[in-house]
């Protein structure tokens, strides 16, 4: 497995139910020369076991989902890679959803309309110069 340094795209999992959703969300991240979608799922479950499995260096997580939603999800994650950040990508942002998003060691939350330049600046912030290793995600 090659490890992230300069010059090699970060690796991110999109995990949201809308298959629509994902194809636009990955056009869009993969346009940024930093950034590569190396997977995506359709519901918590499955995002876990991508996740497992690739090893992304961030995911993007949907909060409504079928099976498991993105907080149960972040909970699980957080505890098999807790070095990973991981932003919730949602229509429900709010004070409610930030509290239980930090809860479960969210590192950001974007509401979905503000549109994808918020989320494209808190995964550059998230991956970016600051990020180094465990702990050091969190402001």
Same mark, same amino acid.
């Given at each position: ?27 869009? +991240? $993969? ?14 479950? /499955? ?5 497992? $499995? ?6 993007? +997580? ?20 807790? /070095? ?29 309309? $503000?549109?994808?330049?918020? *989320? ?5 912030? +998230? *991956? ?12």
């Amino acid at each position: 497995m090659r490890h992230t340094h300069a010059g090699i795209p970060k690796r991110i999992l999109i995990v949201d139910d809308s298959a629509a959703f994902r194809k636009c969300l990955q056009s869009l +991240l $993969e346009s940024q020369r930093d950034l590569q979608v190396c997977g995506e799922a359709e519901n918590g479950y /499955e995002g876990i076991e991508k996740a497992k $499995e690739l090893r992304p260096d961030l995911i993007v +997580l949907d909060f409504s989902m079928p099976r498991m939603n993105g907080i149960q999800a972040a909970t699980h994650l957080k505890q098999l890679m807790p /070095e990973v950040p991981l932003v919730m990508f949602t229509s429900f942002a709010g004070p409610q959803m930030e509290r239980d998003a930090t809860a479960a060691g969210i590192s950001s939350v974007q509401a979905k309309d $503000e549109g994808a330049d918020a *989320l494209v600046t808190s995964i550059r912030t +998230l *991956l970016g110069n600051g990020y180094r290793s465990a702990g050091s995600n969190m402001a």
